[in-house]
């Protein structure tokens, strides 16, 4: 019997529709997809860059008959739902039924794929949309879908496509998060035949995890398991230790979808929030469960957004969750449980001075259009005549100067000084033990694409097994911060100014984010009068001291005519 | 719970456990300190669940009993009290607490002792024993090379072990490394040889704790630390993880050995540091016969160049490091003349005073350009 439907057209208008493939990495994800749905438990992923992409997976599932295999090329055609109730209960990643038609329009897909049962398997080879052959093969149980020749009839999208590596690192990403997922399936991603990652597929998250991340990762992490029917969360977290810089080591899954979901980062972070610096964000694999009535995946073409009809209760079930995992971890000692209930003794913590609430209308509006400082032409030494009051809201130096109040934002001034130090080649520190650090399949494809410049600029690293890198020497700008943390954050910076880039141009980026990296190290701190005045004096010197390297003002003055008039004293 | 105690004596006690209490918590009840009056005395407790400070002063105890008190408020009261005696009454049933002394009468609001998480001290297990203001000047020496940054939690503090009747204290935080030891005193299994790693917040509380005359003893166990110094103890959690095997990166011999001055060579340093203080330029330690050039260069601001007398045996040195690592050696290291070792322009180099065996600093130097 067949068992793949072209959905009717009432179906099909209520299913959010998209484009599904816009880079190799949506290729990837969608077959993953496929393979995921056929219940199969070992999947290959190989990627190749010559000229233009090729993309094999294959699987052990339970693969098509030779009747269903030309349909899973049709457009709205799929095994997965057949009426609207099914599309409120999908369990399954796919139901639109339009990933390998789509997949199939823009480059040549061959799909080889074979039931338990059949004797032979089938072949159909689609170019461009079009069928080309449909033939009897011999075949393994299971299905390999081909494709090469990606957007071969889309130039321009092939043209936006970013670097090999980027996109690499990207695929890594998508085929990392699913195999977080489905720590049941034994997972192998190569690309051009260099092994990139490989999962056991026995069943245990953390197995999957040390595979992934390494063990020294998987030490740190704590076990969480809370449930508040009908919503479970579970999963691991990591101690502060492993905080990184940005939050590409999030992973959330609802019903083991991968999903980006503002509910579940905020509820994530809320319980660390006292415990994480600012900047800092948690490392987490977190997974919620419940009935698939309860979600709406059908937000997103790309699936990846997800609603829930209870936002707050779940957001708080995994705050709850997370919390106790954490202080679980840290208390070793027997706490009673009145005392955690109790409002007690606590002290109100002291308040840093608060931020000004300037609003745009009414009285406020005095002082609301302020001009930033770069825009005031020919006082080139107006910065070494500053004198810092003090620090507002540990982000800015607070001064008087000629003829009015001025603000400097910290960052942004270590920003620039630090990026002209940076100029020509940064002095190195040597390390008096190598650091090993394991950054993540995604961060190690984007270290081996940048490798030379990072070394550049002081970061020497080699590759240290399968996960990890060990670090022999970091720019000395960094001072004493701690190297691992430093690297990460640099990899992650790299990894959002976007597409890899070559020769000065590399060099350039590889320069900012490094200024930038520096910037956040030394920015985070208090500052003492003296250090104040030594940053602003370091800014005054600089060429170009009114902007930071991407280009934010450094410098806000508030003219004293406006005080003034503000206080109707004019 | 009804007490009379001495204003001055429980001042210091609660200003010295004061330093344990939970500046900012999840856990409300760790803003207080834990009072409990038995027998003769006054048992004073305070804690952040990392660390723990435990004191006791004499009291003359009417009725026995517990009480958490608000700290910062209690502290301030009490330090703000005249000489002479407080007395100290709670009131079981809501936990307010009443100090009086001649002609004033406070009431402060408490909480249940119950509420307290109960800490264990570890009173029976065997402790080692050494002097005071020896295991001051080991925490001197060393806690500074200690990572500040939490990313690798076991660097932030302390290795501390028992080696051939010494105890031995190293931290490092990958850019260098400090290392003590001290005889010890007394040994009944405080210490093993694989030692255990203490936090350096807690080790700059112990170091406070100390002073020059008498001894200290140190019991650690599973998870956990104790110091006791007189009526004091002061218990901290361990960190986790393994400490990095640093004999293995301490050099076994070297290129080249200069002794000179500790003084005259800080000085040196530091002026050299000075100019290129906000650029993050290194120093530069060029020596040839006996001559050492100090040069420091910012071509903003100038050109910083000294020379100082040394004895040189081996090669000639060119080496450059960050300021702050160099700076922060000399003034761990004791002496009127110190030794300084290298291995090569991008090897480690030691420094160690040169009649002390006993303290040595290891740093790394930087590939300048
Ligand atoms: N790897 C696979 N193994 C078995 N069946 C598959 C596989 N890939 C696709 N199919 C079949 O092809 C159909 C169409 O796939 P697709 O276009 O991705 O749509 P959807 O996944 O939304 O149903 C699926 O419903 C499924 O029946
Ligand atoms: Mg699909």
């Known amino acids: ?570 | 719970m009804k007490l009379i105690a001495s204003q001055e004596v429980l001042s210091e006690a609660l200003q010295t456990v004061s330093r344990a209490v939970a500046p900012r918590t999840t856990l409300p009840v760790l803003a207080g300190i834990f009072l409990k009056a038995e027998e003769d005395h006054l048992q004073l407790l305070a804690s952040d669940l990392e660390m723990a400070i435990r004191s006791r002063v004499a009291a003359d105890v009417e009725r026995a009993g517990a009480v958490v008190v608000p700290a910062r408020y209690f502290a301030e009261l009490v330090k703000r009290a005249p000489a002479g005696d407080i007395e100290i009454a709670v009131n079981p049933d809501n936990w307010t607490v009443e100090l009086q002394w001649a002609g004033a009468d406070y009431v402060i609001h408490g909480e249940a002792p119950e509420n307290y998480p109960s800490l264990p001290f570890g009173e029976d297990d065997g402790s080692c024993t050494l002097e005071q203001a020896m295991l001051k000047e080991m925490i001197r020496q060393t806690v500074f090379a200690a990572a500040t940054d939490e990313a690798r939690p076991v660097l932030t503090g302390c290795l501390m072990r028992l080696r051939n009747g010494h105890v031995e204290m190293v931290a490092t935080d990958g850019f260098r490394l400090a290392y003590r030891r001290v005889p010890l005193v007394d040994d009944d299994q405080g210490l093993t040889d694989s030692g255990v790693v203490i936090p350096a917040r807690a080790l700059q509380e112990v170091a406070r704790l100390l002073g020059d005359q008498g001894t200290v003893s140190i019991s650690a166990r599973a998870n956990q630390a104790t110091f006791t110094v007189a009526d004091t103890k002061l218990m901290t959690r361990l960190l986790e993880g393994q400490f990095p095997a640093f004999e293995k990166v301490i050099p076994g011999h070297y290129r080249s050995m200069m002794r000179l001055d500790r003084q005259r060579f800080h000085q040196g340093c530091e002026r050299a540091a000075l100019l290129g203080r906000d650029r993050g330029m290194g120093v530069r330690l060029t020596v040839q016969g006996g001559t050492l050039t100090i040069t420091g260069v910012s071509s903003e601001v100038g050109r910083v160049h000294e020379e100082l007398q040394v004895e040189l045996e081996g090669e000639a040195i060119e080496i450059t490091f960050n300021p702050r690592f160099l700076l922060d050696g000399l003034r761990a290291v004791a002496g009127e003349r110190v030794i300084f070792e290298t291995t090569g322009p991008f090897g480690p180099a030691r420094m160690r005073g040169e009649d002390d065996p006993d303290f040595y600093y290891i740093v790394l130097p930087l590939r300048a350009v």
């Not at chain 1, 399954?92 to 480059?107: D, M, Q, Y």
């Not at chain 1, 960052?411 to 940076?422: C, G, K, V």
């Not at chain 1, 450094?554 to 004019?570: A, E, G």
Request: proline residues 7%; neutral net charge; hydrophobic residues 40%.
């Open chain 1, 1 to 570: 019997m067949r068992r793949i439907k072209v959905l009717n057209e009432d179906v099909v208008r209520h299913i959010a529709a998209g484009e599904v493939v816009e880079h190799p990495a949506s290729v990837v994800k969608e077959l993953v997809e496929n393979a995921l749905d056929a219940e199969a438990s070992r999947i290959v992923v190989e990627v190749a860059h010559r000229g233009s992409w090729t993309i094999r997976v294959s699987d052990n599932g339970w693969g098509m008959s030779e009747e269903d295999a030309p349909w899973a090329l049709e457009r709205h055609a799929t095994s997965k739902i057949a009426s609207l109730e099914d599309l409120r209960r999908v369990r399954t990643l796919g139901f639109r039924g339009e990933a390998l038609p789509s997949i199939a329009a823009v480059s040549t897909l061959e799909l080889v794929t074979r039931t338990p049962r059949a004797p032979h398997g089938t072949r159909v080879l689609v170019r461009g949309g079009r069928r080309q052959a449909v033939e009897p093969v011999g075949c393994a149980p299971g299905t390999t879908v081909t494709v090469t020749d990606l957007f071969f009839n889309v130039p321009v999208r092939a043209k936006h496509l970013s670097g090999d590596k980027a996109e690499v690192a990207r695929i890594t990403a998508v085929v990392t998060a699913l195999a977080l997922a489905n720590p049941q399936v034994a997972f192998r991603l190569s690309h051009e035949g260099r092994r990139l990652l490989e999962t056991p597929g026995n069943g245990e998250l953390l197995d999957a995890v040390i595979s992934l991340y390494g063990r020294d990762t998987a030490e740190q992490l704590l076990p969480v398991e809370e449930c508040d029917e009908p919503f479970r969360v579970r999963g691991l977290i990591g101690r502060m230790a492993l905080a990184r810089s940005d939050r590409s080591h999030q992973y959330f899954f609802v019903n083991n979808r991968p999903v980006r979901s503002r509910t579940l980062r905020t509820g994530l972070e809320q319980a660390y929030a006292t415990s994480l610096p600012r900047g800092k964000y948690p490392w987490a694999v977190l997974f919620v469960e419940c009935t698939p009535e309860l979600v709406d995946v059908n937000v997103h073409p790309a699936k990846q957004r997800v609603r829930f009809t209870a936002e707050a209760r779940v957001r708080e079930l995994v705050r709850r969750a997370v919390e106790r995992a954490l202080t679980g971890a840290r208390t070793g000692w027997e706490i009673p449980k009145s005392a955690v209930e109790t409002p007690g003794v606590a002290e109100k913590p002291v308040p840093y001075l608060p931020a000004p609430s300037v609003s745009a209308k009414g009285e406020g509006a005095h002082i609301a259009d302020l001009e930033p400082l770069w825009d005031i032409a020919g006082e080139s030494d107006v910065l070494s005549r500053l004198r810092p009051l003090g620090q507002l809201a540990r982000r800015y130096i607070v001064c008087e100067g000629p003829d009015g109040l001025y603000l400097v934002d910290q960052h942004a001034a270590h920003e620039r000084i630090h990026f002209e130090q940076l100029q020509g080649d940064p002095a190195v520190q040597e390390l008096l033990m190598p650091v090993v650090v394991e950054p993540g399949p995604e961060q190690l494809a984007l270290w081996e694409s940048h490798r030379v410049a990072l070394e550049r600029a002081g970061f020497r690293a080699e590759q240290f097994g399968p996960t990890a890198l060990a670090l022999r020497s970091v720019p000395s700008a960094l001072g004493n911060a701690e190297p691992r943390d430093a690297f990460l954050q640099l990899l992650s910076r790299l990894r959002e100014a976007g597409p890899a880039r070559t020769g000065a141009g590399e060099w350039e980026l590889v320069q900012r984010a490094l200024a930038a990296c520096v910037a956040a190290v030394k920015s985070s701190q208090p500052l003492s009068m003296e250090e104040m005045r030594r940053l602003i004096s370091s800014l005054a010197a600089t060429p170009r001291p009114w902007t930071c390297p991407h280009g934010r003002p450094t410098v806000l003055k508030l003219p004293q005519q406006r005080i003034d008039r503000y206080f109707h004293r004019s």
